[in-house]
């Protein structure tokens, strides 16, 4: 029988898989943090529905001067905050997307080292499963050569005894 070859078995020489998102949201800094909440609050529907409500309340209390005209038609203080708030949310909102770009260009990156890691053990699975299918094909050889010898002497012991 020939001398059977198994691989030496693997060594994992990685540290452990760590979750990317949980170690990426804990080296964020305030800033960082807060233009993401700005983005999230600012990108919504509660945010729309709200700032609308607040401009249409503006719009009619300024028209019927149900208390007094302290913006009246063209409504240049509404227009003078709408340009305040948009100066200071876009590039907020900016900001954030620049941060989440960056996020997913370093998660890009994990995830082709992690990649890298499983192509290298799923190569030494293949190798061991060769191995192993060497090792049954040797062992199967060795059977049928076993129970070929058995069967010629075993026709032999027949052929002795009937002679």
């Given at each position: 029988m020939k001398k059977l070859h198994f691989p030496k078995p693997y060594q994992h020489t990685?540290?452990?898989?760590?979750d990317f998102n949980e170690l990426y949201e804990q080296q964020l800094t305030f800033g960082e943090r807060a233009a993401d909440k700005v983005a999230a609050i600012a990108g919504s529907w509660t945010f729309i529905i709200a700032q609308s409500v607040v401009l249409s309340f503006?719009?009619?209390?300024?028209?019927?001067?149900?208390?007094?005209?302290?913006d009246?038609?063209?409504?240049?203080?509404?227009?003078?905050?709408l340009s305040l708030q948009a100066a200071y949310t876009a590039p907020v909102i900016m900001m954030s997307q620049n941060r989440q770009a960056d996020r997913d260009r370093m998660e890009a990156h994990n995830d082709y080292l992690i990649n890298k890691k499983a192509e290298e053990e799923v190569r030494v699975i293949l190798n061991e499963l060769d191995a192993q299918n060497?090792?049954?094909?040797?062992?199967?050889?060795?059977?049928?050569?076993?129970?070929?010898?058995?069967?010629?002497?075993?026709?032999r012991l027949d052929a002795s005894m009937t002679s």
């Open positions: 990685h540290p452990p898989v760590r503006w719009v009619i209390l300024n028209v019927t001067a149900w208390i007094q005209h302290w009246p038609y063209p409504f240049i203080l509404m227009n003078l905050v060497d090792a049954l094909l040797a062992i199967h050889e060795t059977i049928v050569n076993l129970a070929e010898e058995v069967r010629g002497n075993s026709e």
